[in-house]
């Protein structure tokens, strides 16, 4: 077994524990063609699949798929042989057997609370379980167990959970109540009530300054044009003083 499959099933069986809740033993329900492509490709399952999950694992079957063998006579009779070594899960199609397709899909209906791995090598079915969430899909490829990434439903499942989409709105209407109850809701409004702003500058005050700075910027100018006025003043009396004595000589 290759060291990256071993990394990427660690990685997806993380997924499911973490999101899903599933635990050891692993409940693992296979079909007849699971089965027939393990004998073909002499895939020892009970003896590769746990190591491949790294985790303690329970094969298990219905009696539908067992039926459903028998009924294929001797083209599937290894397969058959196989499926009679696992567990038998009791399904709901005591009186009236259905199709091993049909039967495993109805055990993972109402969201898979007994937390089920499918493995089967039928497209169909494969698809049908991709549209479940928290249904982990198991398959061969050549002489390989597979164990499928998580399907869009399942990724999309966690990120509503995640995001609180899911619970329903009657739940937040309780969360609520019991808040206003417990007198959570009320102290959160009269902390914001009692919050102050920082207080700023008096613009007033600001207002003064600015008048007071204008008022000495004025007073050096009003100075100047005074100086200004007495020197021209005394140089026209020298002047008229020097026309006086130059008309007297």
């Known amino acids: 077994m290759g060291v990256t499959r071993q ?3 660690k990685k997806i069986m993380g997924f499911y524990k973490h999101n899903f809740q599933f635990r050891e033993p692993y409940q693992v329900l296979l079909d007849g063609t699971f089965c027939q492509a393990a ?18 694992a329970q094969l298990c079957t219905t009696r539908c798929v ?27 199609h005591h009186k009236n057997p259905v199709s ?31 549209r479940k969430p928290g249904v982990p899909l198991l398959f061969i490829i050549q002489n390989t167990m597979v164990l499928d990434k998580p ?28 808040k206003e109850k417990e007198g959570l809701v009320k102290q959160e409004g009269e902390k914001r009530r009692k919050r102050k702003r920082a207080g700023g500058p008096n613009p007033l005050s600001c207002l003064k300054k600015k008048k007071k700075k204008t008022q000495e910027g ?25 026309v006086q004595k130059n008309e007297g000589e």
Not at 47 to 56: H, K
Not at 120 to 129: A, F, M
Not at 155 to 166: D, E, I, Y
């Open 7 to 9: 990394k990427h099933a």
């Open 39 to 56: 004998l073909r490709n002499k895939i020892q399952i009970r003896e590769q699949l746990p190591g491949y999950l790294d985790g303690a």
């Open 66 to 92: 067992i039926k459903e063998l028998e009924s294929l006579g001797k083209a599937l009779y290894g397969a058959k042989l196989i499926a009679q070594r696992f567990q038998v899960r009791n399904c709901s």
């Open 100 to 130: 091993g397709s049909t039967c495993l899909l109805s055990m993972i209906e109402d969201g898979n609370p007994h937390h089920f791995f499918i493995a089967t090598q039928d497209q169909d079915l494969s698809n049908k379980v991709k």
């Open 151 to 178: 399907s869009p439903k399942s990724l999309a499942f966690v990120q509503k959970l995640q995001t609180n989409q899911l619970v329903p709105e009657y739940q937040k209407q309780s969360i609520v109540e019991l």
């Open 218 to 242: 004025q007073e050096p100018s009003a100075e100047k044009k005074k100086r200004r006025k007495r020197k021209r003043n005394r140089v026209k009396a020298e002047a008229m003083q020097s």
